[in-house]
């Protein structure tokens, strides 16, 4: 299983934080894409965020 860190909404989803990846679905939760170290996801995701229509996630090296 892999652990789930968070969830926020996003302008057209919902990004969902879990492992070293990050889940793009609709509101309706199908899934759009999955993001993960080749698309410069870091590892170590303990958080996910929005500011404005940025998307946040904390690690423990920082916040991107």
Do not use: F, N, W
Not at 3 to 15: E, F, R, S, T, Y
Not at 45 to 58: D, F, M, Q, S
Request: glycine share 22%; no cysteine; aromatic share 2%.
């Amino acid at each position: 299983a892999v652990p789930l860190h968070g969830a926020v909404q996003i302008p057209g989803g919902i990004a969902i934080a879990g492992g070293d990846q990050v889940l793009l679905t609709t509101t309706g939760g199908a899934l759009i894409d999955r993001l993960g170290s080749l698309e410069g996801v870091p590892s170590g995701i303990e958080a996910v965020g929005g500011l404005g229509p940025a998307l946040l996630v904390r690690t423990p090296m920082g916040t991107y």
